[in-house]
């Protein structure tokens, strides 16, 4: 079964700082998406990537960017880090038919 | 576009006891339908969901999920609950081409003793 790995599993940094997140779907998986998760606002879509180009965005300020590299591993950076920023973020691969695969995300927390 | 209602944010149930988590959808085509479990600090595991045939879609931990095309709805059901069910739960829908997908806002799910 597909899966998917987030590295590192918790995270704390101070406002202003900038983050790097990483995700690696199992191999033959070309699409990756983001999604940031609060107790606020819920599961909010970042971005897609599918074969290293971004295919959907979100609406999120330009300080959340991603890329995806040839092996399909992707990475998530935040630049600027504010309070607000403290999330869980999510990695998934898609599948049309099995909708989506999680990892256990990444637990951000900015102080 | 699509979207997902979940119409209950908290569902508190004692074990042993029934419960039905409701979710309601609208959209101009034909949907897949899916409903993911969310414990702390995990991402999100697929519990079942329904693509086509039999309205009544088993999952995983002895959930079960009902398809009501005139209704709109895909409500979320389990005979008797478990200390361990005690989670957040999400229902989402997708257009069948799989280019556009929408999760409701989540169902925490607390099974007391």
């Known amino acids: 079964k597909a899966g998917v790995t987030q590295t590192p599993r918790y995270l704390i940094k101070t406002r202003g700082q900038q983050v790097t997140l990483s995700c690696s779907p199992i191999s033959g998986h070309r699409s990756v998406s983001w999604y940031q998760q609060t107790p606020g606002q819920g599961l909010q879509f970042l971005f897609e990537?599918?074969?290293?180009?971004?295919?959907n965005k979100g609406n999120f300020p330009g300080r959340f960017s991603g890329r995806q590299f040839s092996n399909s591993r992707s990475e998530m950076n935040v630049s600027t880090l504010e309070l607000g920023d403290s999330a869980l973020y999510l990695c998934?691969?898609?599948?049309?038919?099995?909708?989506?695969?999680f990892g256990s995300g990444t637990r951000l927390t900015v102080v | 576009a699509q979207s997902v209602t979940q119409l209950d944010s908290q569902v508190p149930v004692f074990e042993e006891a029934p419960v039905e988590l409701r979710c309601n959808y609208s959209?101009?085509?034909?949907?897949?339908l899916f409903w993911y479990v969310q414990y702390p600090n995990q991402g999100l595991q697929l519990l079942l969901k329904?693509?086509?045939?039999?309205?009544l879609v088993k999952g995983i931990n002895g959930f079960e999920a009902e398809f009501n095309k005139s209704q709109t709805s895909f409500h979320l059901r389990k005979p008797s609950v478990h200390i361990s069910d005690t989670a957040e739960y999400f229902c989402?829908?997708?257009?069948?081409?799989?280019?556009?997908?929408?999760f409701g806002t989540g169902t925490s799910l607390t099974v007391i003793p």
């Open positions: 998934a691969i898609y599948d049309r038919v099995d909708g989506y695969t």
């Open positions: 990537y599918f074969s290293e180009t971004q295919r």
């Open positions: 959209s101009s085509v034909s949907v897949y």
């Open positions: 989402a829908v997708s257009d069948r081409a799989g280019n556009q997908f929408y």
């Open positions: 329904y693509l086509s045939g039999s309205t």
